[in-house]
Structures are given as structure tokens and as C-alpha cells.
């Protein structure tokens, strides 16, 4: 699978989220600091992981900022892209099964490199919800304007 990552700073987990990638087979495509020809702020940086989703030139994206918070903000801001700040696995779970979310934010400053394998873990083994409750509030939400 090819994974936007994007980070605004190499510091904490964000080398370790795209060698994990890489370690389960998937092709991280680097955004922000990542990558030394593209802006590393946390907005531009979590947009261009988001909108590589939103038009098919990565199937999800993780982005990465100091708290989080900014990069998935950011990356919700795209039409199409659904993106979940999770701190543990089973938030990672739920949020691909309830809300079939395309976009992991982490946070630099509170994910610790196991922590990063049971999220990873979590977020992979869940499929999104086919119950159509589930699906008409996916619906709803990329509705609302």
C-alpha cells in the first residue's frame, strides 16, 4: 500500500513511522521534513499527505506534528480525507471502523515507538464498518459543508 507520511519535524517517532511502514511491506511517500525538497510546516506539510489521499496517490496517510492536533486538522480540511488523531491502538481500531478514517495523526511529542507498533497494529487490522448506520454517518460527515 502507498502511505503519505508527513511530519513538520524529525524528532520523536517520526523516522520510526516510515521505517515501520516500510518494515509491513508498505511505500511511505515523504512529506514535510521528510523530504528536504518540500515545506516541513505542520499545515503544508499534514495538506500534502492528505491530498496525495484525497486524489488517489496514496491509499491512506499518517501526519504527523508536535501534538497532532495541528496535522489532522490540517489534513480534514481536504474533501475526501478523514483524519483521526489516535494515542492508542484501540482508538486506531475504532477509528477505521467507525468512521473509516483514510488519514492517521500521531503525536511527536506523546507516541513512544512501542506505543507506534500497537497503533500501527491496531489502525491495519480494522476494516471499515459495512453496517449501514456506520455508512450513513460516513456519508453524512463528507456532506457536511
Known sequence: ???????????GVAAAVVEELR????????????NPADRPDWAW?????????????????????????????AANKVPGVRA?????????????????????????RLTSTPLLTEILDGWFAAEASTDPADRANITHVDEIA
Open 84 to 108: 483521526a488523531l489516535c494515542t492508542d491502538a484501540e482508538t486506531a481500531r475504532g477509528a477505521r471502523r467507525w468512521n473509516d478514517a483514510n488519514v492517521l495523526a500521531l503525536s511527536l
Open 1 to 11: 500500500m502507498r502511505i503519505a507520511v508527513s511530519a513538520d519535524e524529525l524528532v
Open 45 to 73: 506539510a499534514s495538506e500534502q499527505a492528505a491530498r496525495a489521499v484525497a486524489e488517489g496517490a496514496a491509499d491512506q496517510a499518517v501526519v504527523c506534528c508536535w501534538t497532532g492536533t495541528g496535522a489532522s486538522i
Open 23 to 34: 518494515t509491513r511491506g508498505h511505500e511511505p511517500v515523504l512529506h514535510g521534513a521528510l
